[in-house]
């Protein structure tokens, strides 16, 4: 703790830049690695990418041929869809009331959906489409309504040149892994981790130096600045919106730690998404899983803190989609 | 008729090119005007037309928080949602089971909704957003969320400078309609209607001569290639599925000619989505709305004719909406 004031009083003055993002980074938080983000805006135009953005956006992926991975994944909105509980197919909310995690910086979880249950991208991509309450598509009539699309087989096989039978549903789910990987957004504070000492405001560093020194970092960390772990939440005191759904965690009764990047735009906050303010969760986590009670100023801090990980979103053309051919499964909105 | 049939020998021994390029054009047959194109182009940068953009696909218009413009209007799909007819909040579908008609073009269009109710695009774009069964939003409730996003009270500044109170109900549908007014498709055709005797093939100038001659231009005229007039439907003979849905026309009982371009991308087809393949509409419109018995081949033509109105899309790059501020009404999905 005494370290901490005295860390507090450097950065103050202007002093501890340097060594603020070198113990930031000691204890875990890492930038977007420069070479993923050159691979990733190379991928861009790549046949493989480009089908999967295009399958992103296809709301005939869904049973009612109006519900796209984009709908809850939204990307002008922080790859969220800004309600609490997911809504999917005739209006369906989420039966355990989980919040929908964003998409972005999603290739950095080590395991996908709240529970974990997914061990990446490409496994995660083909639960959706077939779960009731979301897409509601049998996997067989995916494959049935994009392999009615010449355009699609065409794309499918430029996608996948080496597979003679490339349109799979299993391929659906690479593709649009493969665009989802590159969305990455790299913000004020990795180009701060990297050397650019002024990037991050003196209220930012301040709010960085909580997060490091409270012990948010023991969870949030890695290039996701979370994602990496599952955690058992609440840890130490009560959550007080314990009884919104009825989500009990993994096998373990553990809970996939989010990323933090781009929270600013992700709310509603946690798995249930039940509550609104950032500064309240910021509160709630320091009471759950710390077991201590932020102050008002020290919240505010991390807040700022938390809100240069808003990171640049990359370029996404919206897709034009091939139109359907008489043979084309039809949409079932009923 | 023997004009007709001595015109089909010319196209079919490939002399006749310009001589029906200049037929189309005085049968009200429109290419896309060049000036138009160019300052849509120049238009896309524009500050209006960037927030137009961002409320096109702004969600949080709706009620629900789960809806924007481009869920039946998607710039994917042809400009519609592929479902006969459009589901909106709380998965109602249109009580008049109608169709969403495309927003590419319609700025052609002299008036908008089926029954012409509406003389322009962002008087149009109010109308939805208040619908009960599309985005459900109360006016107010819209300009309230709106501004209490800081980022939207900046633009709307910068796109409406001279107004003292730019955040207003109607400058959302004028932003709108900026960027819809950018959305026009410039096809095959129009390149062949301006000089380029090749860029239709000869199908499809078999069908187009078919489109003249039979009398489809008495509607489906001008650069949309329809949207100009209000026409009985079905004129000549019944609609055979006029039982479906209880629309009944404008105050005279009558119809908007919708645009044909990018037709084959907006099945299914009419006011009630009744129809999901082009070459039984285009036998239903000869049958309903000229008496005639259009036979298979002629249809094919036809067909590959109106094929070619698919026009190219403007980019558009998907849009990162600000997010919500502590004041921001809550979406309502429930």
């Known amino acids: 703790m005494k370290y901490v004031l005295i860390l507090i009083a450097m950065v103050s003055a202007g002093l501890a830049q340097d060594e603020l993002a070198t113990l930031a980074q000691q204890r875990g938080l890492k930038p977007i690695p420069k070479e993923m983000l050159a691979a990733a805006k190379k991928a861009q135009a790549s046949p493989l990418v480009q089908l999967g953005k295009m399958l992103y956006f296809e709301p005939r992926l869904s049973r009612s041929g109006l519900i796209s991975c984009n709908t809850c994944h939204n990307l002008g909105l922080g790859g969220t869809d800004g309600v609490a509980?997911?809504?999917?197919?005739?209006?369906?909310?989420?039966?355990?009331?989980?919040?929908?995690?964003?998409?972005?910086?999603?290739?950095?979880?080590?395991?996908?959906?709240?529970d974990g249950r997914s061990p990446n991208l490409e496994d995660q991509a083909t639960g959706p489409i077939q779960a009731g309450p979301e897409m509601a598509m049998p996997a067989e009539l995916a494959v049935e309504r994009i392999q009615s699309i010449p355009e699609y087989r065409d794309l499918f096989q430029k996608a996948f040149p080496e597979e003679k039978e490339a349109l799979t549903f299993l391929n659906i789910g690479k593709a649009i892994a493969a665009f989802e990987e590159t969305l990455i957004t790299p913000s004020d504070f990795d180009a701060y981790l990297i050397g650019k000492s002024d990037a991050l405001s003196e209220q930012e560093k301040k709010g960085l130096d909580l997060f490091v020194s409270k012990g948010c970092t023991t969870c949030h960390n890695g290039p996701g600045i979370g994602g990496s772990m599952m955690m058992k939440f609440p840890l130490i005191k009560p959550y007080k919106f314990a009884d919104l759904g009825d989500f009990k965690g993994d096998a373990n009764g553990l809970t996939k730690v989010p990323t933090l990047r781009n929270i600013e735009e992700t709310a509603p906050y946690f798995h249930n998404g039940a509550v609104w303010s950032l500064n309240e969760a910021v509160k709630i986590m320091g009471e759950t899983q710390l077991g201590i009670d932020l102050q008002e100023a020290e919240v505010e801090a991390m807040v700022s803190f938390l809100k240069a990980l808003t990171g640049e979103k990359p370029d996404v053309r919206y897709p034009t989609l091939p139109p359907s051919s008489k043979s084309t499964p039809r949409p079932d909105p009923s």
Chains 1, 2 share one sequence.
């Open 85 to 114: 509980a997911a809504i999917g197919h005739k209006w369906a909310a989420n039966p355990h009331h989980l919040n929908s995690p964003t998409v972005y910086n999603a290739v950095f979880n080590s395991k996908q959906f709240w």
